[in-house]
Every structure is written in C-alpha cells, then in structure tokens.
C-alpha cells in the first residue's frame, strides 16, 4: 500500500508543535515614565527613610523581571510540550495498542490475497488494484509497527483479538477477526486461475476491507491519539474508495 501522503501525506507523526513566543506588540511599556527626563534632585531629606531610586531605573528593573518572568514561561512551556505526549504515550492494555496489533495481523492477510491476485491474474485491471493494495497496507503496517516500538510495546500482545473493543463479543469467527477469509479460501484462491481468480479475489477483497472499516471506525470512537485517528480516518476513507472499485469490476465481469 502507498503510504498516506497525515494529507494525505502527513506530517511527521507525533512530533509536538511549539509553543508561540509571545510578541514584542504585547511587551508593557515602562510605567509611568516620562518622554523626557527632567533633572531629578534626591528628597530634601537625604537621611530619611524611603526609596530613593530614581523612577526611571525602577522602570527598568521592572521591564526586565517582567522579561525574565516571560522567557521563563515560555521555557517551561516547551518543556511541557516536549515531555506531555511521551508521558501520556499508551500502554500495553490500551485500545490503541490493541488496534494497530489486531489491524496490523489483518493487513497481512490482505497483502497476502493481493500477491497472490498480483502473480496469477491475467487480468490488466485485477494486476494494478492488486498491487495498490498490497502497497497501501503493507506501508501502513510500517506505520502501525513503528509506533508501537516508539511507545516501548510489542508488536504482539497477549490479550485476545479485538479485545481492545468494547461489546466484541462475536466480533471474532473461528479465531478470524471481521472481514478475514478462512484458510479454506485462501487456499481456494492460490488453487484458482483466470476469471474465477478475478472474482474470487475481488469477493474476499470487498469482505475484508468491510470488516478493517468495522475496526478502524470503532478504533475512532476509543481514542484521542493523533496519529491513530489519522490513521483510521485514513483507512476509513481508502478502503470505501476500493470497495466501490471492486463493485464496478465485480459487475463487469459477471457481465463478462
């Protein structure tokens, strides 16, 4: 699968932006002082207890403790904006690891009928969709691995498929998470030639990209990660565009 170009290309996932400076437009002018200095003179009472610093020089000092109290704000800032996201990073049990394992098994599948379409099928239309597919998905399975070794977690993980969704319970058919073709099919499909290749392709295609969409919109209502949500929003809309492209030639060739 071609990788997303984030637009579709993102941006480099999970990198923080920083924080504005503020503006010297917003910089307080120096209180009270005048446009132009008249000779100041001390109290007539030079030994009496008071501030005798002139107004102009206590002006200054305080435009630079403000200063300071600003580029330490500004400094701390980023500090939070650069540590947050690798604080807050998910965890082993969490819904989004869940989903990139679980999706990621699931893509594999789908590279794996689309190789196969790819080297049998005499079919010019059935060689180039193949071929995008197996693309697409075995880049975003780069995408899905990556970010689970950048969250210091496994590409596997010990809990159940689909446990990570809430009401799953029937999500899972013999062990085959939504959409994924039995090893009966599969094996169809290695043994088969011709049209009868063409369709039986195209079928498993258009039940497994139903059932990644089934995933990927459910991930969607779990999870306020960034780069997941581009991910999902990816697939989401990706895998529509290819079912109804399997439609079309689906109906072609039973025409045919």
């Not at 010297?24 to 610093?53: F, K, N, R, V, Y």
């Not at 107004?55 to 980023?78: C, E, I």
């Not at 590409?155 to 799953?168: E, I, L, R, V, Y």
Request: glycine residues 8%; negative net charge; aromatic residues 4%.
């Amino acid at each position: 699968m071609a990788v997303p170009t984030e637009s579709s290309t993102p941006t480099e996932p999970g990198v923080p932006t920083e924080p504005g400076a503020p503006t010297e437009a917003g910089a307080p002018t120096e209180a009270g002082a005048p446009t132009e200095m008249a000779e100041w003179s001390a109290p007539a009472d030079a030994d009496a207890p008071g501030d005798h610093t002139a107004p102009a020089a206590r002006g200054r000092f305080g435009a630079v403790w403000l200063a300071a109290v600003l580029v330490f704000g500004l400094l701390v800032g980023l500090a939070i904006g650069l540590l947050v996201p690798r604080l807050t990073t998910p965890g082993d049990d969490s819904a989004e690891a869940g989903f990139l394992r679980d999706m990621s098994t699931h893509h594999s599948q789908a590279v794996e009928m689309s190789m196969i379409a790819h080297a049998n099928s005499t079919n010019p239309d059935i060689v180039t969709l193949s071929g995008d597919i197996a693309l697409t998905q075995h880049g975003q399975i780069g995408y899905m691995q990556a970010w689970l070794r950048d969250w210091h977690l496994s590409p596997t993980g010990s809990a159940p498929p689909m446990a990570w969704m809430k009401d799953s319970a029937g999500s899972v058919q013999n062990g085959l998470m939504p959409g994924m073709a039995t090893p009966e099919q599969l094996a169809e499909l290695r043994k088969a030639t011709g049209k009868a290749l063409d369709v039986q392709y195209l079928t498993l295609m258009r039940q497994h990209h139903l059932g990644g969409i089934h995933m990927a919109q459910e991930i969607l209502t779990e999870t306020d990660n960034e780069d997941v949500t581009w991910l999902a929003e990816s697939q989401v809309r990706g895998q529509q565009s290819e079912i109804n492209l399997i439609d079309a030639m689906l109906k072609e060739l039973q025409a045919s």
